[in-house]
Structure formats: structure tokens, C-alpha cells
């Protein structure tokens, strides 16, 4: 497979493809959902909400930190996760943007 590019595309358009990218993903979704439900978490509290592995999980949770939509702190033996909310902001931005556009556009 050839290389993705990505040096062609805005620093934004890579961020958002990223983000995009970890979103991509029911488990992850289901992730941030929780999350939002209890505001932060334990990765095992997490296991026991999805029908997932252990492994699984802390490989979704992963995914979801290295994009930015979660953060977590070290607590004990375990992380506490919780919505990064810079990232969400970013996101909020970026669709508000193509919301207001495709309001204003007047298109076939």
C-alpha cells in the first residue's frame, strides 16, 4: 500500500482525520458515551459496560487517548479516564463550521 500523504493536508485536516479516525469505532463510541455518563472512570468500571475483553478495552481506551478524546490520571494501580474536553472543543468548532456552511448554502 502506498504512503497516505498526510504531509499534504492541513495540520487541522490531519487532526480532525485522527480524531475522526478514533471515533470510527462503536466500542469507542460506547466509550465516551460512558464517560460522559459518569464523568470519569476506571478502566475495569469500563470493562464491566461493554460485552469486551480486558485487552480489548484498554486498546480502545488507547486509541481514544493517543487521538486526544480522553485523558487519564494515575490512580493507585489503575487510570482514571475522563472526556478531554480541548479535543471535543476542537471537533464542536470544526462541525459548527460545516453546520452553519450547509445552512447558508443554497445548492441543488
Keep these: 500500500m502506498?504512503?497516505?500523504?498526510?504531509e499534504h493536508f492541513t495540520d487541522q485536516q490531519?487532526?480532525?482525520?485522527?480524531?475522526a479516525k478514533a471515533l470510527g469505532h462503536p466500542a469507542r463510541i460506547a466509550i465516551i458515551?460512558?464517560?460522559m455518563k459518569v464523568n470519569e472512570c476506571i478502566?475495569?468500571?469500563i470493562v464491566n459496560e461493554l460485552p469486551l475483553a480486558q485487552p480489548t478495552v484498554s486498546q480502545h481506551l488507547k486509541?481514544?487517548?493517543?487521538?486526544g478524546l480522553i485523558k487519564g490520571s494515575i490512580d493507585?494501580?489503575?487510570?482514571?479516564?475522563?472526556i478531554d474536553e480541548k479535543t471535543f472543543e476542537i471537533l464542536n468548532t470544526y462541525f459548527?463550521?460545516?453546520?452553519q456552511t450547509v445552512s447558508e448554502a443554497?445548492?441543488?
Excluded at 490531519?14 to 480524531?19: G, L, P, R, S, Y
Excluded at 486509541?63 to 487521538?67: D, F, I, P, Q, W
Excluded at 493507585?76 to 475522563?82: A, T
Excluded at 459548527?96 to 453546520?99: D, E, L
Design 76 to 82: 493507585g494501580n489503575s487510570i482514571c479516564y475522563c
Design 43 to 45: 478502566c475495569g468500571d
Design 96 to 99: 459548527s463550521k460545516i453546520i
Design 2 to 6: 502506498g504512503a497516505s500523504k498526510t
Design 63 to 67: 486509541e481514544l487517548k493517543n487521538a
Design 106 to 108: 443554497k445548492c441543488c
Design 33 to 35: 458515551e460512558h464517560l
Design 14 to 19: 490531519n487532526q480532525i482525520a485522527t480524531i
